[in-house]
């Protein structure tokens, strides 16, 4: 098992990340609330990992913080929540917003999610209640910004992409938002924050937008 990897950040194309460690390097994939927190490719990074083994594929995925991780563990373990829905539901939502929307039984702002349907968000609220106790995750206020939040108070990462625009839609519609979803939502994210905006403040805007 993986569970921790330091090294140098080389490459982000969300929702996959590349991390040399001692010229060995991995191919990582990441909730958009880690990206927004990564420095700049060249940097050095310390990521909380989970290694997840399938019949066709054996997949790395990284976190800023144990808190996102430990969500994501959980998550994984609930009824037709696989690895993939985990890491959109995180994308898109913060672990402190998560925990709230569990509390608070707020189906609303889970259904806002791609790949969340009423039902699904239902079975949500009443298996990860008492899990979220189990693993410290059960008090909002317990939480800091440390925790990661989506919005306003998250700084833009600078980064040099190529074409952030097409970057920006298919880390979208790798996280589960239909083409045509993805493509108009950059649009807007771009109107509002201009051309030279990078592809994480992209996908961020439109993110906030979409699950608002």
Known sequence: ???????????????????????????????????????????????????????????????YDRDERSLFKTLIKANGVGPKLAITILSGISTREFV???????????????????????????????????????????????????????PPQISSVVDSRTEAESALVALGYKPVQATKAIAQAEKLLGAEATSEALIRAALKAMVA
Do not use: W
């Open 100 to 154: 709230r929307c569990v509390q608070q039984q707020d189906t609303a702002s889970l259904v806002r999610l791609p790949g969340v349907g009423k039902k699904t968000a239902e079975r949500l609220i009443v298996e990860m209640k008492d899990k979220l106790s189990a693993l410290g995750l059960g008090d909002v206020a317990d939480f800091t910004l440390e925790s990661g939040v989506i919005g306003d108070d998250i």
């Open 1 to 63: 098992m993986i569970g921790r990897l330091t090294g140098e950040l080389v490459e982000k194309h969300p929702p996959q990340l590349l991390l040399d460690v001692n010229g060995v390097g991995y191919e990582v994939e990441a909730s958009m609330n880690t990206f927004y927190r990564l420095p700049e490719c060249g940097q050095r990074v310390t990521l909380f990992t989970h290694f997840v083994v399938r019949e066709d594929a054996q997949l790395l995925y990284g976190f």
